[in-house]
């Protein structure tokens, strides 16, 4: 399963403690997926409909325990999805308009959050979650920190940001053919949501997931750092040796002073060590800064040599 299966799973096996949280979550799926079904006589049905088997479990359930009515749960075959398996829960004529105007959701007028059943801090939050369960997808954190609510009704998605940002979260809008998406970017914001949702475990596995990819992130920068420091100290010993060769041949040894001329034929000899390194050979030992500027002095003198 996916990381936004398994979270939803987890979301699904939640028991709110109220009625009143219980509803919120019913009516943020409605908002979300539901949709009122016309037919012959001005029969009206109110359908729910999901790509999730979980998520109309659930659906299934809440609208059983909080309207006591009995839904028809129905399996599809959607062409769109490949053959695979969407579900259909039906509530009907009788009871769809007391279940519509229970969950807030006046039909035919413009929708937004139903204040009624999100009065409460707690069912905003299952509200919220309700909504994720309908529409809502989270991108594996392995690959990166993406949460998104794709939605067919802008004022809806609309009122879905506000709602958002009165937990402190940013929450953007974009389009993706007739969709509306209401998405959230980075680490910390996508876990403060799942935190909202109640899908601590999800929340727990996208930290985990985090703090490994810091580390292998702070390991291959100390790697490149390491591999570019060393490429940095294999150019300069080539350019000191190549400096060093000029010099002795334009003037020969004898006009180097005792301590460049020790340090020259060290760097000849070890072209491949570091100053540190370079340093404790010396007779007696120089520190490494003492030793850059000894190579910088030879590498001066073979450039005013050529004129440079």
């Known amino acids: 399963m996916s990381y936004s299966s398994d979270t939803k799973e987890e979301l ?28 012959g006589g001005g029969e009206k049905r109110l359908v729910i409909e999901t790509e999730n088997s979980a998520v ?27 053959g695979r398996s969407a579900y259909r829960v039906e509530v009907g004529p009788d009871e769809a308009p007391f279940v519509l105007e229970g969950c807030g959701i006046a039909v035919a007028q413009r929708r937004g959050v139903p204040r009624d059943v999100t009065v409460r801090k707690c069912c905003r939050m299952s509200f919220l979650r309700g909504v ?28 879905l940001q506000k709602l958002i940002s009165r937990f402190g979260l940013s929450a953007h809008m974009g389009r993706r053919r007739q969709m509306t998406l209401v998405y959230l970017k980075g680490q910390n914001e996508i876990t403060d949501m799942l935190s909202i949702f109640g899908a601590q475990s999800a929340r727990f596995a996208m ?26 100290a ?20 004898q006009s180097l002073p005792p301590v460049l001329l020790q340090t020259a034929k060290l760097r000849l000899s070890y072209p491949e060590v570091s100053l540190e390194e370079l340093g404790r050979l010396c007779d007696p030992p120089v520190g490494k800064s ?12 073979a450039a ?3 004129g440079i």
């Open 290 to 301: 003492g030793v850059n500027h000894r190579l910088r002095k030879l590498e001066q003198m």
């Open 207 to 232: 930290e985990d997931a985090y703090i490994r990819k810091e580390l292998r992130n702070n390991a291959n920068r100390a790697v490149n750092c390491d591999s570019a420091n060393v490429q940095r």
């Open 234 to 253: 294999v150019t300069a010993a080539s350019r000191q040796t190549q400096a060093i060769e000029r010099l002795i041949a334009a003037r020969g040894e």
């Open 12 to 39: 699904c096996r939640l028991e709110p403690d109220s009625v009143c949280c219980l509803l919120a979550e019913l009516s943020g799926i409605v908002s979300a997926a539901g949709s009122v079904l016309y037919r």
């Open 56 to 82: 109309a479990r659930r659906a299934f359930r809440l609208l059983r325990d909080v309207f006591d009515v009995q839904p028809e749960l129905v399996t599809l075959k959607r062409a769109r999805l490949g």
């Open 132 to 159: 994720f369960l309908a529409s809502g997808s989270v991108t594996d954190p392995e690959k990166e920190y993406h949460l998104e609510f794709v939605l067919g009704d802008e004022a809806f998605a609309q009122a």
């Open 304 to 306: 005013e040599i050529e």
